[in-house]
């Protein structure tokens, strides 16, 4: 980075400098340097030489401004690598964890570089010491703990401009920064597995032509790998270990320089495809009571984290990651407003999803829905803008809150997930959750005002079975995580086809394919917003180890050497997603009504049996019901565009069958001159043409396990 400060530097002034920004921040003379602690008694600021293990100089941060340490250093530049030793008491059993021996990495830290390396001066007690975290360890834990950076945060932006797509036209795309490009050989080597590979022209052609409009990165934040995971010789792959919230990780940068990822933010910009960050601040790298002292365990444990009230010495835990970031303390909500707007204004990030959000919720031990932190993001001018998505469960009491969340909040909606999956396995009593979760989940978003892009629907995500291993296997298999294949969920609605993973049998290949194009087409036809898990297009696989979370390898990394089959199902996903990003009746901004709307007789949903008669409340009910067809009125949509017209669409007839056994369905006779055209038939051809006609008021042989796609055009003309 031009102006990087390279040569040893020896500080001899040091100002008083000013409290707010937090963090280090060059003006274009000096850097100010501000960090929070309400309970220190006094503050190091560590200067370091590249690659020297212990620090040049240490200058004591001497004015404290409503609980913040500040000074400036007129003769520091960007490229200084820095750190803090925080002094206070070692008081365990009353929350406090001061320790000067420990280096610590700047809470706001713009860059962070080096690796962590294990050791146990890391700790702030000494391991093995019959008092445990109680005694005080003296080691200097500097050699191992990587350097905060001095950045100049000035880019050239040019004309850069948030693509903006509307919520309910949103086709989300989740993929990992490393895995996504690691294998693929049209990307220069030198880049794959990182931001600049990600914004290479065979990668942004790969997303237009998919035709997803928002991919959501896996955490990118800066994080570190787990010592167990290092010691076995494995990575922290899907990053959910937090070190800092404001550094992008190194790890996934080609040139070092944070830059880079500005860079590929706005060549995805420049292709109008949005980017969304997956963001955990619901808890940190440092573990419970027994883990590292790096951040902010250091600087103030009893601010940051989330103690137990009657025992200051343990942690709250509703992660199940040993701690839990302090949602009650104001500067740490602050703390995550400022890495949120940060991200949007320095970063031009489009929005973000919170990985456990209901921990951010947390008030005492009861989860608030409109907690303060929610309160706070809602009033914001810049964050209450962007996109804001929430998986909504915590592993706390309370913590599951699916359609709980606020106005303006979308969710990842596990109930779609498991229905869908239960569904077209074949279980029976589906049919009216199925109808539920197909209509966008009014149950669940409906009664507190929200639309159906409130519910996030997904069939698949990075945690649990890829697509292809779902039709592959009904067991988990995840003995190369080194946990004797304990880890990971039990419970995954799968099914195998009738085979325990990879076969050769041309019956259960076909059977897999369309179980999978079954999957992807009522992803994309249902109302809300999809989400499409990276890989799932291309029938990636795990081989079935459905918590890859520790697999840096070609466990986790797509492969892009297709064969035929594979082929088949991306041109297939391509189609299907072109289907619903042409038609408005797929991506409604309000929820069905299911009865005559004002002013007309015409009902925009009707539901039929496949005797064609419309289905009754004791249909529903019925367990051994698998099949059913739904016709959506493209004329009663009652929508406008942005221009004030209204919006009229075709009118579609889907039919489902997850039964084992074909079925006739009796299509609507209500149709004047007007035919049936089969636009999609999972069992036919793989679905990548049109099927034909068939006229109003006939009959459509739907086969096994298959969906059907038509729409009432005119008849063609003899």
């Known amino acids: 980075m031009a102006g990087d400060q390279r040569d040893p530097l020896r500080i001899t002034a040091v100002w008083?400098?000013?409290?707010?920004?937090?963090?280090?921040?060059?003006?274009?003379?000096?850097?100010?340097?501000?960090?929070?602690?309400?309970?220190?008694?006094?503050?190091?600021?560590?200067?370091?030489?590249?690659?020297?293990?212990?620090?040049?100089?240490?200058?004591?941060?001497?004015?404290?401004?409503?609980?913040?340490?500040?000074?400036?250093?007129?003769?520091?530049?960007?490229?200084?690598?820095?750190?803090?030793?925080?002094?206070?008491p070692y008081d365990p059993a009353n929350g406090h964890r001061f320790n000067r021996n420990k280096l610590l990495v700047d809470p706001y830290a713009r860059c962070i570089v080096g690796a962590?390396?294990?050791?146990?001066?890391?700790?702030?007690?000494?391991?093995?010491?019959?008092?445990?975290?109680?005694?005080?360890?003296?080691?200097?834990?500097?050699?191992?703990?990587?350097?905060?950076?001095?950045?100049?945060?000035?880019?050239?932006?040019?004309?850069?401009?948030?693509p903006n797509i509307p919520r309910?036209?949103?086709?989300?795309?989740?993929?990992?920064?490393?895995?996504?490009?690691?294998?693929?050989?049209?990307?220069?080597?030198?880049l794959r597995g990182t931001y600049a590979g990600l914004a290479t022209a065979p990668v942004i052609d790969y997303l237009k032509r998919l035709g997803v409009t928002t991919i959501e990165l896996l955490p990118v934040h800066a994080f570190i790998d787990d010592r167990r995971l290092v010691e076995a010789g494995m990575r922290n792959y899907w990053g959910y270990n937090s070190l800092g919230y404001f550094a992008p990780e190194a790890r996934f940068s080609a040139s070092g320089k944070v830059a880079e990822f500005k860079t590929m933010v706005r060549t995805l910009h420049s292709a109008g495809i949005e980017v969304i960050l997956d963001v955990v601040y619901n808890h940190t790298a440092e573990g419970n009571e027994t883990g590292p002292t790096l951040l902010f365990r250091g600087v103030d444990n009893a601010s940051y984290y989330r103690l137990v009230r009657e025992d200051p010495r343990r942690y709250e835990d509703f992660t199940g990651c040993g701690n839990t970031l302090n949602m009650m303390h104001p500067r740490v909500v602050q703390m995550l407003m400022d890495s949120l707007r940060y991200w949007v204004t320095e970063m031009h990030v489009d929005?973000?999803?919170?990985?456990?959000?209901?921990?951010?919720?947390?008030?005492?031990?009861?989860?608030?829905?409109?907690?303060?932190?929610?309160?706070?993001?809602a009033q914001d001018p810049v964050l209450s803008r962007v996109k804001l998505i929430a998986e909504p469960w915590d592993l706390g009491d309370g913590g599951y809150q699916v359609g709980n969340f606020p106005v303006g909040w979308a969710e990842w909606n596990d109930k779609y997930r498991d229905t869908m999956r239960a569904f077209w396995k074949g279980d029976g009593g589906r049919i009216g959750d199925f109808a539920m979760r197909l209509t966008g989940s009014s149950d669940l978003?409906?009664?507190?005002?929200?639309?159906?892009?409130?519910?996030?629907?997904?069939?698949?995500?990075?945690?649990g079975f890829t697509l292809a291993d779902l039709v592959s296997y009904n067991d988990k298999h995840n003995e190369a995580n080194?946990?004797?294949n304990r880890d990971g969920n039990d419970h995954n609605l799968s099914w195998?086809?009738?085979?325990?993973?990879?076969?050769?049998?041309?019956?259960i290949r076909a059977l897999r394919l369309r179980q999978m194009r079954n999957f992807i087409a009522t992803l994309m036809l249902s109302q809300g917003v999809p989400m499409l898990t990276a890989g799932d297009e291309i029938a990636r696989t795990q081989r079935g180890n459905n918590n890859a979370y520790c697999q840096d390898n070609e466990t986790s990394w797509l492969d892009w050497l297709l064969d035929d089959e594979r082929r088949e199902l991306l041109a297939f996903t391509q189609r299907v997603i072109a289907l619903r990003r042409a038609h408005p009746v797929f991506r409604r901004r309000d929820f069905f009504q299911g009865r005559p709307l004002y002013g007309s007789d015409v009902k925009d949903i009707h539901w039929y049996k496949p005797s064609g008669a419309e289905m009754e409340q004791s249909d529903w009910e019925r367990d051994h019901a698998r099949a059913l067809g739904v016709f959506i009125v493209g004329a009663a949509l009652q929508e406008r565009d942005a221009q004030g017209r209204t919006v009229v669409d075709d009118d579609f007839l889907v039919l489902f069958n997850a039964s084992d056994t074909a079925q006739r369905f009796r299509v609507p006779r209500d149709g004047g001159e007007f035919h049936w055209h089969v636009l999609l038939d999972t069992a036919r051809d793989a679905g990548l043409r049109e099927q034909g006609t068939l006229r109003v008021g006939g009959a459509y042989a739907l086969a096994s396990r298959a969906l059907a796609v038509l729409c009432l055009r005119s008849a063609p003309k003899r």
């Open 445 to 463: 978003y409906n009664r507190s005002g929200r639309q159906p892009h409130a519910s996030v629907n997904f069939v698949t995500a990075h945690d």
């Open 496 to 507: 195998n086809c009738g085979v325990e993973g990879p076969s050769d049998d041309p019956a």
């Open 16 to 88: 008083p400098g000013q409290p707010y920004p937090r963090g280090a921040h060059w003006d274009g003379q000096g850097v100010n340097f501000a960090l929070f602690s309400e309970h220190a008694e006094s503050v190091e600021l560590c200067i370091f030489d590249r690659d020297a293990p212990v620090e040049r100089q240490r200058i004591p941060v001497r004015e404290h401004t409503n609980q913040i340490w500040h000074c400036y250093l007129p003769e520091a530049r960007p490229g200084m690598l820095y750190g803090y030793r925080v002094h206070g």
């Open 351 to 377: 929005g973000f999803r919170f990985d456990l959000a209901s921990a951010l919720a947390r008030e005492l031990h009861a989860v608030d829905r409109l907690g303060s932190f929610f309160d706070t993001l």
């Open 168 to 190: 309910q036209d949103m086709v989300v795309y989740e993929l990992h920064v490393r895995g996504f490009t690691m294998r693929h050989p049209d990307v220069p080597p030198a």
């Open 116 to 162: 962590l390396r294990w050791d146990d001066s890391l700790f702030g007690y000494t391991i093995g010491h019959p008092d445990g975290d109680l005694s005080f360890d003296t080691r200097d834990s500097a050699p191992f703990v990587p350097r905060s950076k001095v950045i100049d945060t000035a880019f050239s932006w040019g004309d850069d401009t948030a």
């Open 482 to 484: 080194g946990e004797d």
